[in-house]
């Protein structure tokens, strides 16, 4: 017997899935809101160029 199959434990699944279903619209909504932000905003620029030298640690 499964843990879907009781009330209890399909009233709890049922909580878990509409605060995941919540939490991915959250998300949705604030990076359209960024996108939103940034696309009237200062055109993205390149990111800046990092010099790393991994021998430069063995000296």
Known sequence: MSRESTASGEFVFNIFSALAQFERRLIQER????????????????????????????D
Do not use: K
């Not at 939103?36 to 030298?53: A, D, H, I, K």
């Open 31 to 58: 990076t359209r809101a960024e996108y939103s932000l940034t696309r009237f905003s200062v055109p993205l620029l390149p990111r800046p160029q990092v010099c790393f030298n991994p021998l430069s640690y063995l």
